[in-house]
């Protein structure tokens, strides 16, 4: 065993290349080929013969099976490790570049961090019940779970009540999934119905809300469908919101609003971006992909403004209520297509900027990336959801732009699984040179 791909599977050299899960490196196993292709094979772990010093006992009981975790065996110190090796590697062969500094890794709770979560929901006939989970890491089924610890509490024990509950519903065979969204003041779960729930199935529905304290939503459509259970009764009901302490915030969201999945992290991420960007008084900042206002606000509170974009219209108009709600006035925001290479001419672009913050999706950046050139910021901070393409938009930056790579990091916002999350401070090409003069 030499190594861990990119989902986490083991990397054995046997001649060609086999990915086998459940395998760590430094490890003799014995594996038996289950699929084969032109440049790898597939391999399923049979023994392990001699395990490596950082193989632990799983955890969940549903490890294995369950496609929502891909590393409980593995030592969460020499998980980071891992991570923190994808990221470098992927700078040196993506970008070739290397950072100046190398950022302490962010980490948090190892266990319930996950507040939000999408779950599966299938009747299956052979088994008389609803099954409820992530789906299967081998196979397109969705894994029968009965709890789930990386779930945030109360969620974590409420997979098997949720079975029973839709195993009890005549629309039974019509719910096929669950959205979970656990805020700081309620804890939200949305039922996607393609079909509406009868008289009987709204009484049970009512009775596990009041039995189990969660607030539960309907979607029979797209997101602007999601409706709260008998909304109609009512009346006014504080919405779900999490709050930033160190910035004095509270942040409103609806139930399938992208929020960052692990509230703890989240907290220390908003508190280094802030840090590493460093705005002062007179400092003007760009926020793209800026959502709900994650770190638009906190910075507005350092800043003399923050203008954030976004392409999901609803969510710049939370954000918009955010920056109301909590008394920031310095704030702008507007709605544009990020995947689109933005013209000289749009209004968010005008009237120059000293910092810049980049959050996107997992396709990454590269469409803004000559408009932040244009800008001449003196620091932009880049924060990613998968290693390569952040590695291939530093390399833009660096090569294109003249930019330099000043430090970069990996935050344990997904712990267990193989996801990468990471952050990159970029600054003009001897800038800190110029200060000095």
């Known amino acids: 065993m030499t190594a861990l791909t990119h989902e986490g599977e083991g990397v054995v050299k046997d001649g060609k290349t086999v990915f086998v899960a459940g395998a760590l490196p430094g490890e003799r196993i014995l594996f038996r080929r289950t699929k084969r292709h032109r440049q790898h094979d597939e391999g399923q772990?049979?023994?392990?013969?001699?395990?490596a010093p950082e193989r632990v006992e799983p955890r969940c009981p549903h490890f294995g099976v369950c496609g929502g975790c891909a590393l409980q065996h593995l030592e969460p110190a020499?998980?980071?490790?891992?991570?923190?090796t994808e990221l470098r590697e992927s700078f040196e062969r993506l970008a070739r570049v290397s950072p100046q500094q190398w950022l302490e890794p962010l980490r948090g709770p190892e266990w319930n961090y996950r507040r939000?979560?999408?779950l599966g929901a299938k009747y299956v006939a052979k088994k008389g019940r609803v099954v409820v989970g992530f789906r299967e890491r081998l196979a397109p089924y969705v894994a029968a779970l009965d709890q789930c610890p990386v779930l945030a509490p109360p969620v974590d024990a409420l997979v098997?009540?949720?079975?029973?509950?839709?195993?009890?519903?005549?629309?039974?065979e019509r719910v096929p999934q669950i959205e979970v969204a656990v805020a700081d003041n309620a804890v939200g779960l949305v039922l996607r119905v393609l079909n509406p729930p009868t008289q009987q199935d709204l009484e049970k529905l009512r009775a596990f809300e009041r039995a189990h304290g969660v607030r539960l939503y309907l979607q029979d459509g797209g997101p602007e469908t999601v409706r709260r259970l008998d909304a109609e009764s009512r009346g006014e009901e504080e919405p779900l919101w999490y709050a930033l302490p160190k910035f004095d915030l509270r942040l409103e969201f609806q139930p399938t609003d992208f929020v960052q999945i692990n509230a703890a992290i989240n907290r220390s991420l908003v508190e280094r971006a802030v840090e590493l960007l460093a705005p002062t008084p007179a400092s003007r900042v760009l926020d793209l992909f800026c959502g709900i206002g994650?770190?638009?606000l906190p910075l507005a509170?350092?800043?003399r403004q923050v203008v954030g974009v976004e392409g999901e219209a609803a969510l710049v108009r939370r954000a918009r209520h955010n920056a109301q709600r909590n008394g920031i006035g310095n704030t702008d925001f507007h709605v544009a297509d990020l995947a689109k290479s933005p013209g000289a001419d749009v209004p968010w672009l005008q009237g120059g900027y000293t910092h810049v913050l980049l959050d996107p999706p997992r396709a990454g950046a590269r469409e803004v990336l000559a408009a932040v050139a244009r800008v001449q910021p003196q620091r932009v901070l880049y924060i990613s959801c998968h290693p390569g393409s952040l590695a291939r938009d530093v390399g833009i930056l660096v090569h294109e732009?003249?930019?330099?790579?000043?430090?970069?990091?990996?935050?344990?916002?997904?712990?267990?699984t193989a996801h990468v999350e990471s952050l990159a401070v970029l600054e003009p090409a001897g800038a800190r040179g110029r200060e000095a003069v």
């Open 45 to 51: 772990l049979i023994q392990v013969l001699e395990p």
């Open 78 to 84: 020499a998980q980071i490790a891992a991570k923190q």
């Open 116 to 118: 939000r979560a999408r």
């Open 160 to 172: 098997s009540p949720l079975s029973d509950l839709l195993t009890g519903l005549d629309i039974r």
């Open 294 to 296: 994650n770190f638009t």
């Open 301 to 303: 509170r350092r800043a």
């Open 401 to 416: 732009h003249g930019f330099e790579l000043r430090s970069a990091g990996v935050l344990d916002m997904f712990p267990h």
